[in-house]
């Protein structure tokens, strides 16, 4: 069982940044294929980024804002957001996929992750 937990949520102003945080159990945290998804009140939810192997993947609406990291050491993926947007706001979640999430097609697909954490809110006020 792979746990994940976030952290790095809060309220930040239009053209502002944080950083995500996304801290998981498990010995083989390296070979997970990570990604991170966002939900807004009344939306569904949306792929944001996705790393896999050699493969990153980023939605458009977030590319050259978004970058996502992962320090294997520390069991811990990364969420760094810049040039933040109202339209920004949301609860991010970090997912996690045992197996490899690519092409592109599959990554953007909640379906393909077996875990994922509780959320963080990030609010942007404009």
């Known amino acids: 069982q792979v746990q994940l937990v976030e952290s790095g949520g809060g309220l930040v102003q239009a053209g502002g940044s944080l950083r995500l945080s996304c801290a998981a159990s498990?010995?083989?945290?390296?070979?997970?294929?990570m990604g991170w998804f966002r939900q807004a009140p009344g939306k569904e939810r949306e792929f944001v980024v996705a790393?896999?192997?050699?493969?990153?993947y980023y939605a458009d609406s977030v590319k050259g804002r978004f970058t996502i990291s992962r320090d294997n050491a520390k069991n811990t993926v990364y969420l760094q957001m810049n040039s933040l947007k109202p339209e920004d706001t949301a609860v991010y979640y970090c997912?996690?996929?045992?197996?490899?999430?690519?092409?592109?097609?599959?990554?953007?697909?909640?379906?393909?992750?077996?875990?994922w954490g509780q959320g963080t809110q990030v609010t942007v006020s404009s």
């Open positions: 997912a996690a996929g045992i197996g490899p999430v690519t092409p592109q097609h599959r990554a953007v697909r909640p379906c393909e992750y077996d875990y």
């Open positions: 498990g010995r083989t945290f390296s070979s997970y294929a």
């Open positions: 790393r896999s192997g050699g493969n990153t």
